[in-house]
T-cell receptor, first 112, second 114 residues
Framework: DAKTTQPPSMDCAEGRAANLPCNHSTISGNEYVYWYRQIHSQGPQYIIH???NNETNEMASLIITEDRKSSTLILPHATLRDTAVYYCIVRVASFGNEKLTFGTGTRLTIIP | ETGVTQSPTHLIKTRGQQVTLRCSSQSGHNTVSWYQQALGQGPQFIFQ???????GRGNFPPRFSGLQFPNYSSELNVNALELDDSALYLCASSSGSGIAHEQFFGPGTRLTVL
């Protein structure tokens, strides 16, 4: 699975959009980009995934560059409950392969 | 729909002992993965079980072993505990029918080895 690079920490004001970058310059054509987050002392929570196109769900938006070498997770209106460690993961999504390779992630702090 | 549950919540053991951690997968899920998360680190993949068979393993020694039962619940066993085994142990379940993009994690078991 491709390696990802994320900033270790970020702050964002409550109510503003939080933009979390991820670099995955060695991503292969069949690898998806996934985002999970982990709120303190809880298990990780799936947020969103994408292959080539931008994606949006009720939690967030995922913007993937055209060359797929980087992506940005956008939380449109951050709340205090969004304070967590956010992990960007790239992997081949194939049947029977559920392995997720986590890095150290970005610690996002939402400031009141 | 019941989520992923793990037991116990916390556990304290001493070096050399053995421990068994338990995980009940989300209803309808037949694939369970186990992860170890040391303090300040991201979770590290230990192994995965699909329909009672080990189906993928990370870089962990054989003293880490597991089981999956017919109801798809799972156990993680660690023998000859070492101090470095102190960590949060997480299990995650997924549907196992086709490509599962979303995995559902339990709250974890905090193991302390003294």
């Amino acid at each position: 699975d491709a390696k990802t690079t994320q900033p270790p920490s970020m702050d964002c004001a409550e109510g503003r959009a939080a933009n979390l970058p991820c670099n995955h310059s060695t991503i292969s054509g069949n690898e998806y980009v996934y985002w999970y987050r982990q709120i303190h002392s809880q298990g990780p929570q799936y947020i969103i995934h994408g292959l080539k196109n931008n994606e949006t769900n009720e939690m967030a938006s995922l913007i993937i560059t055209e060359d797929r070498k980087s992506s940005t997770l956008i939380l449109p209106h951050a709340t205090l409950r969004d304070t967590a460690v956010y992990y960007c993961i790239v992997r081949v999504a194939s049947f029977g392969n559920e392995k997720l390779t986590f890095g150290t992630g970005t610690r996002l702090t939402i400031i009141p | 729909e019941t989520g992923v549950t793990q037991s116990p919540t916390h556990l304290i053991k001493t070096r050399g002992q053995q421990v068994t951690l338990r995980c009940s997968s989300q209803s309808g899920h037949n694939t369970v993965s186990w992860y170890q998360q040391a303090l300040g680190q991201g979770p590290q993949f230990i192994f995965q079980y699909y329909r009672e068979e080990e189906n993928g393993r990370g870089n962990f020694p054989p003293r880490f072993s597991g089981l999956q039962f017919p109801n798809y619940s799972s156990e993680l066993n660690v023998n000859a505990l070492e101090l470095d085994d102190s960590a949060l142990y997480l299990c995650a379940s997924s549907s196992g029918s086709g490509i599962a993009h979303e995995q559902f994690f339990g709250p974890g078991t905090r193991l302390t080895v003294l």
